[in-house]
C-alpha cells in the first residue's frame, strides 16, 4: 500500500507542476487535464523505474519522456492540439532541478576557494559530476519526447487539421 501511495503521490505532484508550466505558455483550456495526465504518468514512470527497477536517472528519463512522446501524439490528435504543447509542459517537472542547483552551487564554490586546493578540487569534480548529470538528463528528455514525431512525421504536423475520413 506504500509503494502506491509513493507511487501516486509522486504522479500527483508532477501533475501540478506541469499545470503550472503549461499555464505559463497559455494552451488552450481543453489541452490541461491532458498535461497533467502526462507528467504524471512519465515522472511515476520514472520513479518506478529507479525505486523499483534499478534503474539510472538518465535511463529512466528517456523511458519515460518516449512515454511523454508517444501520449502526447497519440493525445493531440484526439484534442487537435500540437505535441509540443502537450509534451513541454509536462517534461518540465522532470527536469533535474537538485543537479542543476548542485552544478551552479559548486562553481560558486570553486570561485571561493581558489586558494584551497583540496576544495578546489572537490568543487571542480562536483561541478562536473552534477553538470553532466544535468546535462544528459535534459539532452535525453529532449531526445525522448521528440522521437514520435519523427517516427509518425506525418501524423505529429496534422494533428491541429480536422481530416474528413
Known amino acids: ?13 508532477a501533475a501540478i507542476a506541469a499545470i503550472g508550466f503549461g499555464a505559463i505558455s497559455d494552451p488552450p483550456m481543453r489541452a490541461f487535464k491532458f498535461i497533467a495526465l502526462l507528467a504524471a504518468i512519465g515522472h511515476a514512470c520514472r520513479f518506478c523505474l529507479m525505486s523499483y527497477a534499478g534503474m539510472d536517472i538518465a535511463a529512466s528519463s528517456f523511458i519515460s519522456a518516449l512515454i511523454i512522446g508517444f501520449g502526447s501524439l497519440w493525445l493531440g490528435g484526439k484534442i487537435y492540439c500540437p505535441m509540443t504543447v502537450i509534451y513541454i ?8 532541478g537538485k543537479f542543476a542547483y548542485n552544478t551552479v552551487f559548486s562553481q560558486i564554490m570553486f570561485l571561493q576557494n581558489m586558494k584551497v586546493p ?9 561541478f562536473f559530476s552534477n553538470g553532466m548529470v544535468t546535462i544528459t538528463v535534459i539532452f535525453l528528455l529532449a531526445i525522448g519526447a521528440t522521437i514520435p514525431m519523427f517516427i509518425f512525421h506525418s501524423k505529429a504536423f496534422s ?6 475520413k
Open 1 to 13: 500500500m506504500n509503494i502506491a501511495l509513493d507511487i501516486l503521490s509522486d504522479g500527483f505532484f
Open 89 to 96: 509542459p509536462a517534461l518540465l517537472p522532470m527536469i533535474p
Open 118 to 126: 583540496e576544495l578546489k578540487a572537490k568543487y571542480m569534480e562536483m
Open 159 to 164: 494533428l491541429t487539421r480536422h481530416i474528413n
